[in-house]
């Protein structure tokens, strides 16, 4: 299953990616879809010859530093992946976007699935990379008044304002499940009624949860590079475990769709029993749609 790299697995991809490329040069980037490329200026042959002089996170996107001030930009979407191959690897035919061909090796910018939305930008300056940060707070770094001011700019559900890039870096469906679940909350509890205990509860569980499967996933990788990103792991307790065992309590994982987002939800840990209304099936069930697990 594919699903958008968050922030456990872009921390990975940077630091692989350092490991491997930082200090070296990049000969060229080949293309073998016209459309990932989405920016003209700097042309993309100014970047040829160029040594890396840092990779980080841009929320969910990647930026290569390259020396002269030029940096490329890497956005994966929800099917984009990475791939470590030897020096001049040939471009796989079906999924394949890009190579960046550097002197230690090449990484291929894959996407799976018929809608390419991955995407490319070359960039100049500071400028250039901050016109694509969305402007969310870092969850890592943030204080408790910092994600409370945030959270109560505009009334939300947590469960969108966690995953809104403008209010929150780098956070989507599958860690957002996994963070309210810790905190005991609802998706759909309203963020401009969040008391400051609350938010404090919120703010410890996002560290809590990033922080663990960002080390864990570390741990997976080693000295490799990461190949099997995926939003749906062992060891989550509710994303991608419907009907399955909370770890906690033991009741049933539910979930609900609302246009294309996802919530996994523990009824007892998190809603006090009650079942949340998919709003496709209540109304097409009516009255008959279950209120509580009972």
């Known amino acids: 299953m594919v699903g958008v790299p968050e922030l456990p697995d872009v921390t990975v991809y940077v630091e692989s990616l350092e490991r491997r490329i930082a200090g070296v040069r990049l000969d060229g980037v080949r293309l073998a879809s016209p459309f990932v490329l989405r920016s003209v200026d700097p042309p993309l042959d100014a970047c040829r010859g160029r040594t890396v002089v840092g990779v980080e996170r841009i929320g969910k996107r990647i930026a290569i530093g390259l020396d002269d001030d030029l940096f490329l930009v890497v956005h994966l979407r929800i099917a984009g992946r990475l791939r470590w191959r030897t020096t001049g690897a040939k471009i796989p035919g079906r999924f394949g976007l890009a190579a960046f061909d550097f002197s230690s090796g090449t990484l291929l910018l894959t996407e799976a699935g018929t809608h390419k939305r991955a995407s490319l930008h070359a960039v100049r300056g500071r400028g250039g990379v901050r016109a694509h940060d969305p402007g969310g707070i870092d969850p890592l770094?943030?204080?408790?008044?910092?994600?409370?001011?945030?959270?109560?700019?505009?009334?939300?559900?947590?469960?969108?304002?966690?995953?809104?890039?403008?209010?929150?870096?780098?956070?989507?469906?599958?860690?957002?499940?996994?963070?309210?679940?810790?905190?005991?909350?609802?998706?759909?509890?309203?963020?401009?009624?969040?008391?400051?205990?609350?938010?404090?509860?919120?703010?410890?569980?996002?560290?809590?949860?990033?922080?663990?499967?960002?080390?864990?996933?570390?741990?997976?990788?080693?000295?490799?590079?990461?190949?099997?990103?995926?939003?749906?792991?062992?060891?989550?307790?509710?994303?991608?475990?419907?009907?399955?065992?909370?770890?906690?309590?033991?009741?049933?994982?539910?979930?609900?769709?609302?246009?294309?987002?996802?919530?996994?939800?523990?009824?007892?840990?998190?809603?006090?029993?009650?079942?949340?209304?998919?709003?496709?099936?209540?109304?097409?069930?009516?009255?008959?749609w279950p209120r509580t697990l009972e």
Not at 155 to 171: E, F, Q, Y
Not at 183 to 194: G, K, N, V, Y
């Open 141 to 288: 770094g943030c204080t408790v008044t910092e994600l409370a001011s945030v959270l109560r700019r505009e009334p939300h559900t947590i469960k969108r304002a966690l995953t809104d890039p403008r209010l929150v870096s780098g956070i989507g469906n599958a860690y957002s499940d996994e963070i309210l679940h810790r905190a005991r909350m609802s998706p759909f509890q309203r963020t401009d009624r969040l008391d400051d205990a609350a938010v404090a509860r919120l703010h410890a569980a996002t560290r809590a949860v990033l922080v663990e499967w960002t080390d864990r996933l570390r741990r997976e990788v080693g000295d490799g590079f990461p190949e099997k990103v995926t939003p749906f792991r062992d060891g989550m307790a509710v994303h991608g475990r419907f009907r399955q065992g909370c770890p906690v309590c033991g009741t049933a994982v539910q979930r609900i769709v609302r246009a294309e987002n996802e919530s996994n939800y523990c009824p007892t840990c998190q809603t006090g029993g009650r079942l949340l209304a998919d709003r496709a099936l209540s109304r097409l069930l009516g009255n008959d």
